[in-house]
């Protein structure tokens, strides 16, 4: 299968700054990314998706000047979590598709805020 | 509200015995239906899916899954498992083919030897 790729898979940052994370469809060319988030022993709740070349599509609830989502390529799209809080620390995973195919999940990125 | 539904949080069993975990989506008119899996340390992977004709879909590695539209359900089976299956499980749908997913809480399934 296709793999997707998140870099950092751990961060911390201090509360206050702003931390980027990536994700990279390695082996194919992917039209459309998600990125979700998923809490402890908790289900993954989609936080928006993005088109290449388009501005991504937020959820209900997310707030789009927090979460900074950015699908440059067709391979490369990232979110940065401006202004961390501790309430932002959660487990963070993108999935990214080609076309009429199935998204592929990347390994997730845990983000801790002190 | 739209919402996916797992009864098992949480589920543990031996080698062999087989498993079966409950999906339930309160979507109306037609939905795909998905089961993943994430092994420990890993990321989620497709096990089956569910976009129309034979309501019994088999998946890798064993798996099936049921749906019925009369319950809307989509409930996963193994009839028997292995120490290799412990995972957490995740049912998930989408209105729109590939398209954004909602997921079920999860099932954390542990097969002791």
């Known amino acids: 299968g296709a793999v997707v790729s998140q870099h950092p898979s751990w961060v911390i940052c201090k509360s206050g700054t702003s931390v980027k994370i990536e994700c990279r469809s390695l082996?194919?060319?992917?039209?459309?990314m998600f990125w979700y988030r998923q809490f402890p022993k908790q289900s993954l709740m989609l936080m928006a998706t993005?088109?290449?070349?388009?501005?991504?599509?937020?959820e209900q609830g997310v707030e789009k000047d927090k979460f900074l989502i950015n699908h440059a390529s067709l391979t490369l799209s990232t979110l940065t979590v401006t202004s961390a809080h501790p309430e932002d620390s959660s487990f963070y995973i993108c999935s990214a598709r080609a076309p009429g195919d199935e998204q592929y999940f990347g390994p997730g990125t845990r983000l801790t805020v002190t | 509200a739209q919402s996916v539904s797992q009864h098992n949080h949480h589920v543990i069993l031996s080698e062999a015995a087989s498993l079966e975990l409950g999906c339930n989506y309160s979507y109306g008119g037609t939905v795909n239906l998905f089961w993943y899996v994430q092994y420990p340390g890993q990321h989620l992977q497709l096990l089956l899916k569910y976009f129309s004709g034979d309501p019994l879909v088999k998946g890798i590695k064993g798996f099936e899954a049921e749906f019925i539209k009369s319950k809307f359900s989509f409930n996963l089976r193994k009839p028997s498992v292995q120490w290799s299956d412990t995972a957490e499980y995740f049912c998930a749908v989408t209105k729109d083919s590939w398209g954004k997913l909602q997921f079920g809480a999860g099932t954390q399934v542990v097969v002791t030897p």
């Open positions: 993005s088109n290449e070349g388009s501005k991504a599509t937020y």
């Open positions: 082996d194919f060319q992917a039209t459309t």
